[in-house]
């Protein structure tokens, strides 16, 4: 059976509305004969007589008046439709996930350069590199940036910059009263009882990855926190160490309240990146913040092809 149109569905609700045909017409801006011929169409389309026309006017049949409820949702549901296609068309907010410590201490100073060049709203969510991950896979976020070391072979990606990760401990702490001369080495260090990430955090991840480049595994006794906040008030509490972004800890460090413990044998150094879907429309306002979140020039067009994993 061939399915009734849309606007042959609105007519009919018009008519029930209406009590006429030529009222119906003049509401769905066609002249009466193509209203009549339409809903005549409609009634060959579904075998059913809808409409009454030997009274004055159009009075619905029972068949009709039962069809004209059904119809009504479906318009109802059309009107939904347009007006959300509509909204989505003239919604130019930018959606942004980011892991936490690129959001606390490299995303404020971004979005400000990135006003100086777009007005487009920005609307910024934060959460560990693995969230950030599945809000760019479900279309929940345009871009993404991440701390983990690895990226899905289905979303591109490109290195805005590099980090370093530091291990840090309370003033006092046994580990910074070892010799200058004898770095904690990668065997010590995954023996340690860190304080660490949540798993699914791209810090947690680049520790565990470090570790096992250098033939270690990390120690299961690791107290996991949420936030790298909680992490810091653990570690300055005394008794545990932690593996950090020396973004995440600058402060602590140069008040005194952490102190960094050199290492050896081990690379913490880390990539941190913006994902994509591959299929993302190109938007230049998310051109621009990737243009500034490398250092280049903002208004550049950066390349989106695959960077190496």
């Known amino acids: 059976m061939e399915m009734p149109s849309a606007e042959s569905l609105r007519l009919l609700v018009a008519v029930a509305d209406l009590g006429s045909i030529s009222a119906a017409a003049r509401a769905c801006s066609i002249s009466q004969p193509s209203a009549?011929?339409?809903?005549?169409?409609l009634e060959r389309q579904l075998r059913l007589e809808l409409l009454d026309r030997r009274t004055r006017g159009a009075e619905l049949t029972t068949e009709g008046a039962a069809v004209t409820e059904w119809a009504?949702?479906?318009?109802?549901?059309?009107?939904?439709?347009?007006?959300?296609?509509?909204?989505?068309r003239f919604d130019h907010t930018v959606r942004i996930a980011c892991s936490q410590t690129i959001a606390e201490y490299l995303m404020p100073a971004w979005l400000a350069r990135l006003r100086?060049?777009?007005?487009?709203?920005?609307?910024?969510?934060?959460?560990?590199?693995?969230?950030?991950?599945?809000?760019?896979?479900?279309?929940?976020?345009?871009?993404?940036?991440?701390?983990?070391?690895?990226?899905?072979?289905?979303?591109?990606?490109?290195?805005?910059?590099?980090d370093r990760m530091v291990l840090v401990a309370a003033?006092?702490?046994?580990l910074t009263r070892r010799r200058a001369d004898r770095p904690v080495t990668p065997a010590e260090l995954a023996e340690l009882p860190l304080v660490t990430r949540e798993p699914g955090a791209g810090t947690r991840e680049a520790l565990e990855a470090a570790l096992r480049r250098a033939g270690f595994e990390p120690n299961p006794q690791s107290v996991a926190l949420g936030t790298?906040?909680?992490?810091?008030?653990?570690?300055?509490?005394?008794?545990r160490a932690a593996v950090l972004s020396e973004l995440a800890?600058?402060?602590?460090?140069?008040?005194?309240?952490?102190?960094?413990?050199?290492?050896?044998?081990?690379?913490?150094r880390r990539r941190l990146r913006a994902v994509r879907r591959d299929d993302a429309a190109p938007r230049e306002v998310v051109d621009t913040l990737l243009a500034v979140a490398s250092g280049r020039a903002a208004g550049a067009s950066p390349d989106h092809r695959r960077s190496s994993r």
């Open 36 to 41: 009549s011929a339409r809903l005549r169409h």
């Open 72 to 88: 009504r949702a479906v318009v109802s549901a059309m009107s939904a439709l347009q007006t959300g296609a509509e909204a989505l």
């Open 116 to 162: 100086e060049h777009a007005d487009e709203p920005v609307h910024l969510t934060v959460g560990n590199s693995a969230a950030v991950i599945a809000d760019v896979r479900g279309h929940v976020a345009d871009l993404g940036f991440i701390e983990g070391p690895t990226v899905p072979g289905d979303l591109a990606s490109r290195t805005v910059r590099t």
């Open 171 to 174: 003033p006092g702490d046994r």
């Open 228 to 239: 790298n906040a909680a992490v810091k008030i653990m570690v300055a509490a005394g008794g």
């Open 249 to 268: 800890v600058a402060a602590e460090l140069r008040e005194g309240r952490l102190v960094e413990v050199p290492t050896e044998g081990i690379d913490l």
